[in-house]
């Protein structure tokens, strides 16, 4: 049988017990005597848009169905409501204008039927709670969360309306970087959240919020939860979250970290580059079985354009065990960074040049050793060019000296991804994926061009001993 959600028009599939929630937007779907949601055959089916996103969605239901008929104020904390922006499981979006200042925000309010579960108002508490406690840019900002006449309200940062979704679902696809950019911005919002020991656990493209210059403000902390809470407003088994963005331990119920947020956020940045969430599917139920059982196909199979080694760095992010998934956000991020145009920084370009000075350095005492090996071996031919055989003792200095740099840079880069002043400074060498080792013909080539173009002074020492032997040879 399919049941179809009136809130998103996606059809959810079962076979055995109707589902409660929809599996697309995570609202309560409900109840067949209340006559809302037609139960249709195959071949009624309708199709529903190909987004999985809602816009304020989750999936806690009012508790024991209760419901109340509470009127919404028109004034709350100071400011009056202008319009419903829209309506999530548990709460609505108003835009609002403070009396006295004129200022436009955004205003909470908890939904009326939510209003007798004293479990649903404490979540709503700990969300502006939560929520309040990060200040940052990449955030949406909370300006008061405070209740007024027994109705719990937050107070936000008025956004232009724009999300992630909805960019997605007017232009398709974004590109490459394009999507890594916007993806960047979550995760430096949510890097804040985490810092602060707040996981988010409803990370969906719907809940990334663009301002009015393109940048992403992370929102909608309504299933945030802190780490360090002693209590557990969330009950026991139950699952919240939005389905095709959630990891697999957030279906299974199991404890969560920030884990759980870096495979939504992976999902998210799936969705930005191919138009659709890792698991797609229309039967809702198999989706769900589908995260915690199944690998998701690679981007590739539905955008070609898109890099292979981008396509694993993502992958990565959705492994279904977390042991394989980055470890954290700052993981991620610099797998990412690879793939953007190159923007050397202050402090980047002071790090590569720390790392040079130190390699160099080694170099350095290593060719000042083969030097004065020569020296002791073929005497002072450096300070004597009519010395016998000063022209091959040349050759095989600079022979020498060129194979030390050649040796050094390039084994190292290409064993290891890096030589000892680059790991000190936390720097490695990738081909142009962002994510291989160079192989030994790539790093043997690349130390071999940078040291002619290093000490292209010294290839000026053949010629020159050259000249100077044959004006000895011909002088009185």
Known sequence: ??????????????????????????????????????TVSAAEQIVPPTLDFDPLGETLAPRNGSATHARTPEEIGGY???RKLGTGGMGSVYEAVHLSS???AAVKLINPEYLSSPQNIGRFRLEGRLASSIAHPRCVFVFAADEEAGQPYIIMELMPGTNLADLVNKNGPLKTTEAIERILDVIEGLQEAHRLGVIHRDVKP???????????????????KSQSAEGDLTRSGTFVGTVLFASPEQIKCQPLDIQS???????????????????????????????????PLPMRTYKSEIPEALDRVVLRGIEREKVKRWADLAEFRAAL??????????????????????????????????RLAFAVF????????MAPNFYSH????????????????????????FTPGKWMFGLRVRTANGIDAPRWWQALSRAGLFYLLWYVDYWLVVPTAIYMRSRGSVDP
């Not at 969705?271 to 890792?278: E, Y």
């Not at 040349?394 to 991804?417: D, H, K």
Request: glycine residues 10%; aromatic residues 14%.
């Open 337 to 370: 960074l690879p793939f953007l145009p190159g923007q050397l920084s202050v402090a980047g370009l002071g790090y590569r040049f720390g790392a040079f000075v130190f390699d160099w350095a080694v170099v350095f005492a290593a060719l000042m050793i083969i």
């Open 394 to 417: 040349v050759i095989r200095g600079v022979l020498l000296s060129s194979a030390t740099w050649v040796s050094y840079f390039g084994l190292c880069e290409w064993l290891l991804g």
């Open 102 to 104: 004129g200022q436009r």
């Open 206 to 224: 719907s809940n990334c919020f663009l301002d009015v210059d393109g940048r992403v403000k992370v929102g909608d902390f309504g299933l945030a």
């Open 80 to 82: 009056r409501l202008i």
């Open 378 to 385: 073929f005497g002072e031919w450096m300070n004597d060019p």
């Open 261 to 295: 947020d870096v495979y939504s956020v992976a999902a998210t940045l799936y969705f930005l580059l191919t138009g659709r969430a890792p698991f797609h599917d229309v039967d809702m139920m198999a989706a769900t079985a589908r995260i915690v059982t199944d690998d």
């Open 1 to 38: 049988m399919h049941l179809v959600c009136e809130i998103c028009l996606h059809v959810n599939e079962f076979t055995q017990e109707r589902p409660r929630f929809c599996g697309y937007c995570g609202k309560p779907l409900p109840s067949s005597s209340e006559g809302k949601l037609p």
